[in-house]
């Protein structure tokens, strides 16, 4: 695109909105092994393990030799465009919606041919790069874009279509008092985002988050998660405008079960970061779903913040991190909820963060809550679901994936005994 | 008529007038805050159970919850580390009369509008006591502030340094409970003591002395100036509340209408 | 690879095609059963005379060839399900030949036929295929009409072909379709028409896209012997060839399976290019019959567009192609679009073409093509019919 992506007008409030439609969401469960790792943005390829051939599309066993032991291998990304087309008729709503809209055949450097979607500015017959993002029906895609990137590359209605992209977005912060909000505002902004909201609760007491807000233009609207009609009442007013909502609203406190000695800090992490999700779910969710084919600032994405105890349980954080757990659970049953509308629901993991007061005993890597800020609007505008944000939380991922159990019995060793 | 029947008929016809002295129980109402590793007063919240709807067709309800500490409430003396050991300390034991009795205003709005930390002293007490005469024994004793007007961040004013509102100093409360044996002292801020009460000898000394000598205190009152200084009675019956330290509850006064 | 045995002996006939139409409210069954009905009827035959039958449909489902025996109230001794799209007919021909060379069945019938509701092709294409769904489907659905977009483009782009020679072949197959009551097109075409028609996918446009409609196709096959004892016109069969899952790892498809048997297919006809009188390929799109016209010898590969510019396709000209007018002007009744050049080659080499004939067709090669399952078509076959006894 030679020129950027105009903000769009204000919307005709006497106009029906348009009703979101779906690419096609059916795979293979073979095929769900590449959707699993576009929700982390990696490019892979099925490959048989004996053999070393890659696979494509995937399947239940080799084309080469018939072994059945097949795995996921990352690839390189470069590839040969070799034949195109651009659809001007298709019995899929979603697509007939958006059409004409440009397919192609690319033949990978790593071997396998694909089908892909070919942004507009990729020249006939030309070399790509490829991407591997997830649909509107989250499901993994192929996308060929220019060897180079282009100016405003981003700003392709195909490209708008595969990303949750913040530019020209309103986004709500569910509490403007987390130590991470202004460095989310500042990385949304300078993403584009058109509007900031964030959610004040206890106005009654000051925080120094309000002026650094208030100076980036950041608008404070009073709510608390823990408070039912006071998220109801904020839905009602800014849930129409909420193109992406980000949940920063965390209760945390250190300490396991028995330190506690009882449940009072623990039903906090639950009303905050299990109810309070819950709540703004009910309340939100509903009129992002209702928006998400609403034009160039629909609504998109709902984001999670959770630390890594959410996998598993992490001490010295160990009630929080069942709070956590729940938060991850919901969002699970969120991503099954959201998932006719189109929206995404994003998780960004991490471990300890550097602003939050509560992690100061431990010892680094630590994450700032720039980086937070970066790996969010990062995973926006590639369209991720799954974010793992700084060493710990790759660290924790890779050693959950590897074996559970063993990471648990890691995290859980006892003291030096008898 | 008896009078009971009179007291009753002159509420009807309004020779009594019954004047709210208590804060709407909505979850915006600030409530105390401690550091934040101490447990923390609950605010309080409402949960719709149905509203005429598919949860429940024809009804409306609320689940609730709060600390016994949130919104206007009361004190018990069990509530405090110097009570802890009195008998009847606790909101289900108290003799009921207790709830019920005269109330002695304090005015101190003037010094509150100019000062955040302003102190009822010795000195006041005896300047109101030279004008309305000795508070009697067993009287509630009420520090009107205008603080109850406050809205926001100004209510509990809290600063790098603590909460700033006004309170009793130490000589003040032995004063009213040593020397006058009051009931109860009532206060428009969100504590009895003064917003930087933690650093008095003891630290909280209307709580302490209070507490301490089986007397109860009274928080969050509204509509103090419309009580006369002498004459008013209080209805303030706190929830029976099994081994309760508090609760919030319905404050109510009771004033001649001249 | 061993050679195969000849046909010898093994004769089609019995030729019938139902009227297509647009839309219908009936089912594949009815389809299926009126065409069965007609070619039985040409025979002279009932069914209970019927001990093979051979099934190709889309929208038979729930059923099978399976159900289709007690909902006709057939009883073979040999029953064949052909799944092959395009190349079901070649394919259904080879099975039935064999089956009649060693006495497991003496009169085979071999059908396709599909009905078209208004949301049955969107049905059709949802669930068409493991490898569509996961890797094809997602990138625009254009269907069918996308994937071969792209083999169209790629062919293009290193043969050097136009859309006018493409457009050659739809309209020469107009022309054709103009002399065949039951083509669903009636109005001829011009390069101007097609060449300016409505973009579907680029670069394919509405006139090089098939009609689909509801329709069934049928013939029979049976000895020599049989089909001379009841005084039959018949077709013989003088080759056959199939091949699925061809040249695998080209990177597109700019050939199919027949060059891999073209050979024997040659050699068992005791034939060569020169010697056909008329060509039925399948024709799904121009670009897949440029296909066929390489890879069954007629040219080179990437030659088809220059071998043809000074061919004169239409029945009377000097390379009749696709005489019915083909499922591009005829429709496409599902698999029996897979069907059609196969009924219309008995036809014509039997002398029973009426307004479509071919003057003095004697041999008759008739190519299938089908099941695009990701981004190319797994099935192809090619039958060479000739003269067994004319009407």
Redesign the interface.
């Given at each position: 695109m030679s020129t950027p992506l105009p903000r769009p007008k204000k919307k005709d409030p006497q106009k029906r909105s348009v009703a979101a439609t779906r690419p096609p969401e059916m795979r293979s469960r073979a095929a769900m092994h590449l959707t699993a790792a576009a929700a982390e943005g990696r490019l892979v390829m099925q490959c048989c393990s004996e053999c070393n051939e890659l696979l494509y599309p995937p399947r239940d066993a080799c084309s080469n030799c018939l072994s059945t032991d097949l795995s996921i291998q990352d690839i390189a990304s470069g590839g040969q465009l070799i034949a195109e087309t651009t659809i001007h008729a298709s019995p899929r709503l979603f697509f007939r919606e958006r059409l004409p809209w440009r397919t192609g055949t690319i033949k990978l450097d790593a071997g396998p041919v694909i089908l892909a979607h070919v942004h507009p500015d990729v020249t006939k017959h030309a070399r790509v790069q490829v991407e591997h993002r997830l649909d509107r029906a989250g499901q993994g895609v192929f996308l060929a874009l220019p060897e180079q990137a282009t100016p405003h590359m981003e700003d392709e209605p195909m490209m708008r279509e595969l990303s949750a992209n913040p530019k020209h977005r309103r986004i709500f912060l569910t509490d403007a008092k987390s130590p991470h909000a202004p460095a989310l505002a500042r990385a949304l902004l300078k993403a584009g985002a058109s509007e900031i909201y964030a959610g004040e609760p206890e106005s009654w007491r000051p925080h120094p988050n309000a002026a650094v807000l208030k100076d980036l233009g950041v608008e404070i609207l009073p709510m608390d998660v823990t408070d039912e009609a006071s998220v109801r009442k904020i839905a009602g007013e800014i849930g129409g405008k909420t193109d992406i909502l980000i949940n920063t609203a965390q209760f945390m406190r250190p300490g396991g079960i028995l330190s506690r000695g009882d449940t009072g800090f623990a039903r906090d992490e639950l009303e905050i970061n299990y109810l309070g999700l819950m709540r703004l779910a009910q309340a939100f969710g509903p009129s992002m779903c209702a928006r998400t084919a609403d034009g160039v600032n629909s609504a998109v994405a709902w984001v999670n913040l959770l630390s890594v105890g959410a996998l598993t349980n992490a001490q010295p954080f160990g009630a929080f991190s069942a709070s956590q757990a729940g938060a991850y659970s919901i969002s699970q049953a969120l991503r099954s909820e959201f998932r006719s509308a189109g929206l995404r629901v994003m998780h960004v993991f991490s471990g300890p963060t550097e602003e939050d007061e509560w992690y100061q005993q431990l010892p680094p890597p630590k994450v700032t809550s720039n980086a937070l800020g970066r790996a969010v609007v990062d995973g926006l505008e590639r369209g991720l679901e799954d974010v793992w944000c700084g060493d710990i939380a790759k660290d924790f991922r890779d050693r959950f994936r590897r074996d559970p159990k063993v990471l648990e019995r890691e995290l859980t060793m006892g003291e030096d005994g008898a | 008529m008896s009078t009971l029947m009179d007291f009753a008929s002159n509420i009807a016809n309004g020779k009594t007038k019954v004047i709210d002295l208590t804060h709407t129980l909505d979850p915006d109402f600030p409530v105390i805050v401690l550091p934040p590793e101490f447990g923390q007063c609950a605010r309080f919240r409402m949960e719709e159970i149905s509203c005429y709807d598919h949860r429940g067709p024809a009804w409306k309800w609320h689940n609730i919850s709060m600390s016994e500490h949130t919104g206007t409430h009361f004190d018990a003396p069990a509530h405090w580390i110097s009570g802890r050991d009195l008998p009847n300390a606790s909101v289900d034991e108290i003799d009921v009369k207790n709830f019920i009795g005269p109330i002695c205003v304090i005015d101190c709005s003037d010094g509150a509008n100019q000062n955040d930390d302003f102190e009822l002293t010795v000195d006041i007490i005896k300047d109101w006591e030279a004008i309305h005469g000795t508070i009697p024994p067993n009287t509630w004793v009420f520090m009107r502030t205008g603080w109850s007007k406050r809205k926001g961040m100004e209510y509990l004013n809290m600063k790098e340094d603590g909460p700033h509102s006004p309170g009793p100093t130490p000589e003040a409360v032995r004063l009213l409970v040593e020397e006058r044996d009051i009931r109860g002292f009532g206060v428009e801020t969100v504590g009895t003591d003064a917003g930087q009460g933690a650093h008095y000898i003891p630290p909280y000394p209307a709580h302490f002395y209070l507490h301490g000598a089986g007397k109860f205190g009274l928080q969050c009152l509204c509509n103090l100036d419309q009580l006369p200084a002498t004459g008013a009675v209080l209805l303030a019956a706190p929830l029976k509340i099994k081994n309760g330290t508090g609760s919030p509850l319905r404050v109510l006064a009771l004033v001649d209408n001249e | 690879m061993t050679a195969p045995e000849s046909y010898d002996g093994v004769v089609l006939c019995a030729p019938f095609s139902t009227p297509y139409q647009r839309y219908s409210l009936d089912t594949a069954h009815y389809w299926i059963a009126t065409a069965l009905r007609g070619s039985l009827r040409l025979a002279d035959l009932s069914p209970k005379d019927l001990d093979g039958f051979s099934v190709s449909s889309f929208t038979l489902f729930p059923d099978t060839a399976v159900g289709l025996t007690q909902h006709l109230g057939l009883s073979p001794r040999w029953l064949d399900s052909i799944p092959m799209g395009g190349a079901s007919a070649g394919v259904a021909v080879r099975r039935a030949a064999r089956a009649i060379q060693c006495g497991d069945a003496d009169v085979v019938a071999c059908v396709a036929g599909d009905t078209n509701h208004i949301d049955s092709?969107?049905q059709l294409?949802?669930?068409f295929s493991?490898?569509a769904?996961?890797?094809?489907?997602?990138?625009?659905?254009?269907?069918p009409?996308?994937s071969f977009?792209?083999?169209?483009?790629?062919y293009m782009?290193e043969f050097g072909a136009t859309r006018e020679d493409f457009g050659k072949i739809c309209i020469t197959q107009r022309e054709n379709a103009l002399r065949n009551p039951n083509a669903i097109m009636k109005k001829p075409l011009t390069m101007d028409q097609y060449l300016n028609a409505?973009?579907?996918?680029?670069?394919?446009a509405l006139f090089d896209c098939v009609m689909p409609c509801a329709g069934a196709e049928a013939f029979l096959v049976t000895s020599e012997d049989f089909a001379c004892k009841r005084r039959l016109p018949y077709a013989k069969l003088s080759a056959a060839i199939e091949r699925h899952n061809a040249h695998?790892s080209d990177?597109?498809q700019l050939r199919g399976g027949w060059t891999v048997d073209i050979d024997t297919l040659w050699n068992q006809a005791g034939l060569g290019p020169s010697d056909i009188d008329l060509l039925q390929t399948y024709d799904d799109y121009p670009v897949i019959c440029m296909m066929q016209i390489e890879d069954l010898g007629f040219c080179a590969k990437g030659g088809a567009a220059d071998f043809l510019r000074d061919k004169n396709l239409t029945i009377s000209g000097d390379f009749p192609h696709n005489t019915s007018g083909g499922q591009l002007s005829a429709g496409q009744a599902g698999a029996a679009g897979g069907f059609i050049g196969m009924v219309d080659a008995i036809r014509q080499v039997t002398g029973q073409a009426n307004s479509t004939q071919v003057e003095n067709a004697q041999h008759a090669l008739v190519s299938g093509f089908g099941m695009i399952n990701?981004?190319r078509g797994l099935c192809t076959s090619a039958s060479i019919l000739s003269t067994g006894a004319l009407a």
């Open positions: - | - | 092709f969107r294409l949802s669930s493991r490898f769904v996961d890797a094809s489907y997602p990138y625009g659905y254009g269907g009409n996308a977009a792209l083999l169209t483009d790629r782009h409505r973009p579907i996918s680029d670069p394919i695998h990177h597109i990701f981004d």
